[in-house]
């Protein structure tokens, strides 16, 4: 049984596995393997930590988190023409990579992973949004994972970190940054990928923090920031006109001038606004410990 380091260059892999990228899988792989080496460095020290790996494709990421130490790695691949590939990754760290084939969104990693969970992956773009949303908004905060290092079109790696008062700011940076920290590792250009996507890539990492910065209950937060950006360049009094009642009061009540627009509303704002939107009279009760003051 050989170890990781002898293992053939990804290309071969690609090659004697007939890998030839799918569009509508979102495949862009990564064959530098200095690269996938530092991508796995991005979560810190994973010394036999646990990470939940979502499309791992040929396995260049993958074998980047064993080298560095992960104590079990879970993998999970849509792809079956893949899973020979990681099946050999596997026999080369006995006993630390599970490989499932299937549909990443159907997974829950607490099944087969213990402990703190290091989520890693490159994910395919049209994927990417619909799981970050879903690791930001569990039933109970803090969530299960302890970090989330993720592959993103730059364009969607600047929203989740944007600040107020640019045209990135938006749900996302509200949802990412009002229970999590997050910033963006590394950026790459459309070489580093083979085949090169027409855009430039970034890889975010969030951390959750362990109450969210301003108490507010999660569902009315995303409800009303949804409502604020969806018609965003409206002030603000016309924009969540869909709330009901007087939205005047309730976004003075928030501190928030009425005439404001989203974009220009801070994240403590928010939080203030969906707590004065829960404590309406006859607004059902709100979820409990939801922040830290
Ligand atoms: N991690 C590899 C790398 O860095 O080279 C592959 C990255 S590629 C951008 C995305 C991978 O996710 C592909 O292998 C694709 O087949 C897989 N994939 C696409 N949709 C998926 C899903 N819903 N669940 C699991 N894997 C998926």
């Not at 393997?33 to 499309?55: H, K, M, Q, Y």
């Not at 607490?110 to 879903?134: F, K, Q, S």
Request: aromatic share 4%.
């Amino acid at each position: 049984m050989g170890s990781l380091d002898d293992l053939p260059p990804l290309r071969a892999v690609i090659a004697a596995h007939g890998l030839a990228a799918k569009k509508s899988l979102g495949q862009n792989f990564l064959l530098d393997l200095n690269l996938t080496a530092r991508i796995a460095r991005v979560p810190g020290d994973l010394s036999g930590a646990s990470v939940f790996e979502v499309g791992p494709g040929p396995g260049g990421l993958t074998r980047g988190l064993l080298a560095e130490g992960a104590g079990k790695v879970l993998a999970v691949e849509k792809d079956a023409r893949c899973l020979p590939a990681l099946a050999e990754v596997a026999a080369a760290a006995p006993g630390r990579l599970e490989v499932i084939g299937g549909d990443a969104l159907e997974v829950d990693p607490r099944a087969h992973l213990d402990g703190p969970i290091h989520v890693v992956a490159n994910l395919p773009y049209n994927v990417g949004t619909e799981l970050l949303v879903r690791w930001l908004t569990p039933e109970v905060w803090p969530p299960y994972w302890a970090s989330l290092t993720l592959m993103f079109q730059q364009e969607v790696a600047e929203r989740i970190v944007a600040q107020p008062g640019g045209k990135a700011y938006g749900r996302l940076a509200v949802l990412a940054q009002w229970r999590a920290q997050a910033r963006i590792a590394l950026r790459l250009p459309p070489e580093a990928f083979t085949p090169a996507p027409k855009v430039h890539s970034a890889v975010v990492h969030l951390r959750p923090r362990p109450v969210p910065l301003w108490p507010a209950d999660p569902e009315v937060l995303s409800r009303v920031v949804a409502m604020a950006f969806n018609q965003r360049r409206k002030m603000l009094r016309a924009a969540l006109k869909g709330l009901g009642g007087d939205v005047e009061a309730l976004l003075e009540q928030a501190g928030i001038t009425p005439t404001e627009r989203a974009e220009r509303v801070t994240i403590e704002q928010f939080a203030a606004l969906a707590r004065a939107v829960a404590g309406r009279a006859g607004a059902p009760a709100s979820r409990q410990g939801q922040g830290n003051q």
